[in-house]
């Protein structure tokens, strides 16, 4: 098998050909023509049930994740199809409650009327020994968002499958190439490819990837029923830039790193986690299934408005509220009602030059 560069420069390749672009551009098509068959089988008929852009994708990241993918319009995208397609009234669902703010929500709101029976519990556990009993979806998110804790995933997988649910990962903090949750026991990886996959802060992307072709089927009609679809031309886009996320992620670990380093034992700073750090809590159950480490940390500073002048003083660090770009940026997650520390800092180290931003941060600290 391919290594991770090779296989994010050339996934979803076709044949090479004399006098064809390296990678064919984007399919623009509302209706396509039809055969004059009552037999469509396998070929495209309307853009809103598949287009070749679409499948280049999929192709790539399913191989990256081990399974099937489908590409959705978000992450929030990605995680509503889920839940919508395999949630029916009443039934049990199991959630972390240190999770990314907006899934919780989605339930809460948006799936009110199943009346769902929601069990939550924090990533790092501990797990009672009946939480997953008559559950029909088990979703986790490891590292967490915007904690950092991580759970074991194949542990909990075999525990919810005993249990006769469905174990789902939100894989968005970790990537593919990060950790393979497919390989570890997870039936459906979901993440929101806004973040490190697209990398550059200007697409809005997600994807499911499974492992049963049943279950990809139906999670296929229901987005081609409810119209989730991706754009082929930001599909295209994101396609193009996934062929530097191995270089990326390399330099963003690179960062994060040295600057976990940096900020172990401030003065003006506390709580630094970063789960490929020996002495982070998550280190060791996250060195057995992580395959590498990604660029997102996180610490505290004393209040809000330390943390608005850390950023006015910081030259390089913008404030923004996603992750796994090539710029560094700061997310103050209390702003948006995570149960978190008013100075509590989700910070996604970029791909500038590891001495600059270090020096960077420190100076904006000290100014």
Same mark, same amino acid.
């Given at each position: 098998?391919?290594?991770?560069?090779?296989?994010?420069?050339?996934?979803?390749?076709?044949?090479? $050909? /004399?006098?064809?672009?390296?990678?064919?551009?984007?399919?623009?098509? @509302?209706?396509?023509?039809?055969?004059?068959?009552?037999?469509?089988?396998?070929?495209?008929?309307?853009?809103?049930?598949?287009?070749?852009?679409?499948?280049?994708?999929?192709?790539?990241?399913?191989?990256?994740?081990?399974?099937?993918?489908?590409?959705?319009?978000?992450?929030?995208?990605?995680?509503?199809?889920?839940?919508? @397609?395999?949630?029916?009234?009443?039934?049990?669902?199991?959630?972390?409650?240190?999770?990314?703010?907006?899934? =919780?929500?989605? &339930?809460?709101?948006?799936?009110?009327?199943?009346?769902?029976?929601?069990?939550?519990?924090?990533?790092?556990?501990?797990?009672?020994?009946?939480?997953?009993?008559?559950?029909?979806?088990?979703?986790?998110? #490891?590292?967490?968002?915007?904690?950092?804790?991580?759970?074991?995933? $194949?542990?909990? $997988?075999?525990?919810?499958?005993?249990?006769?649910?469905?174990? /789902?990962?939100?894989?968005?903090?970790?990537?593919?190439?990060?950790?393979?949750?497919?390989?570890?026991?997870?039936?459906?990886? !979901?993440?929101?490819?806004?973040?490190?996959?697209?990398?550059?802060?200007?697409?809005?992307?997600?994807?499911?990837?499974?492992?049963?072709?049943?279950?990809?089927?139906?999670?296929?009609?229901?987005?081609?029923?409810?119209?989730?679809?991706?754009?082929?031309?930001?599909?295209?886009?994101?396609?193009?830039?996934?062929?530097?996320?191995?270089?990326?992620?390399?330099?963003?670990?690179?960062? /994060?790193?040295?600057? /976990?380093? @940096?900020?172990?034992?401030?003065?003006? &700073?506390?709580?630094?986690?970063?789960?490929?750090?020996?002495?982070?809590?998550?280190?060791?159950? $996250?060195?057995?299934?992580?395959?590498?480490?990604?660029?997102?940390? =996180?610490?505290?500073?004393?209040?809000?408005?330390?943390?608005?002048?850390? !950023?006015? =003083?910081?030259?390089?660090?913008?404030?923004?509220?996603?992750?796994?770009?090539?710029?560094? #940026?700061?997310?103050?997650?209390?702003?948006?009602?995570?149960?978190?520390?008013?100075?509590?800092?989700?910070?996604?180290?970029?791909?500038?030059?590891?001495?600059?931003?270090?020096?960077?941060?420190?100076?904006?600290?000290?100014?």
């Amino acid at each position: 098998m391919y290594g991770d560069g090779t296989r994010c420069v050339h996934g979803g390749e076709t044949e090479p $050909a /004399a006098g064809e672009s390296f990678m064919p551009g984007p399919v623009f098509a @509302a209706p396509y023509h039809l055969g004059g068959s009552d037999r469509l089988g396998d070929t495209d008929f309307y853009g809103r049930g598949g287009n070749p852009t679409w499948r280049a994708l999929e192709t790539a990241v399913g191989d990256l994740d081990g399974g099937t993918c489908l590409l959705l319009p978000s992450g929030m995208a990605a995680i509503g199809t889920l839940l919508r @397609a395999v949630l029916h009234a009443g039934d049990v669902l199991v959630l972390p409650t240190d999770g990314y703010y907006a899934t =919780r929500e989605f &339930v809460r709101t948006e799936l009110a009327e199943l009346h769902l029976r929601v069990r939550e519990v924090p990533t790092a556990g501990p797990f009672p020994d009946d939480v997953f009993d008559g559950a029909r979806l088990v979703l986790l998110e #490891t590292p967490s968002n915007p904690g950092l804790d991580v759970c074991d995933i $194949a542990a909990l $997988a075999e525990r919810a499958h005993a249990a006769g649910a469905l174990l /789902a990962v939100d894989n968005t903090t970790a990537t593919p190439l990060g950790q393979r949750p497919l390989e570890l026991g997870a039936d459906v990886v !979901v993440a929101s490819d806004t973040k490190a996959l697209c990398g550059h802060s200007d697409l809005l992307l997600g994807h499911v990837s499974v492992r049963d072709e049943e279950l990809a089927r139906l999670l296929g009609r229901v987005r081609t029923l409810s119209g989730a679809i991706p754009a082929p031309f930001e599909t295209w886009l994101a396609h193009r830039s996934m062929a530097t996320l191995d270089l990326r992620l390399a330099r963003q670990a690179e960062n /994060a790193a040295a600057l /976990a380093e @940096a900020l172990s034992g401030h003065a003006d &700073v506390t709580g630094v986690r970063w789960p490929g750090m020996p002495s982070d809590p998550a280190h060791e159950v $996250a060195s057995r299934q992580m395959r590498r480490w990604g660029g997102v940390l =996180r610490f505290e500073l004393r209040d809000a408005e330390a943390v608005e002048r850390f !950023v006015n =003083r910081s030259h390089l660090v913008s404030g923004a509220t996603s992750f796994g770009g090539v710029h560094s #940026t700061v997310d103050r997650r209390a702003q948006w009602g995570d149960p978190v520390p008013d100075g509590f800092v989700r910070f996604s180290a970029g791909c500038e030059d590891p001495a600059d931003l270090v020096a960077d941060v420190l100076a904006a600290l000290r100014r």
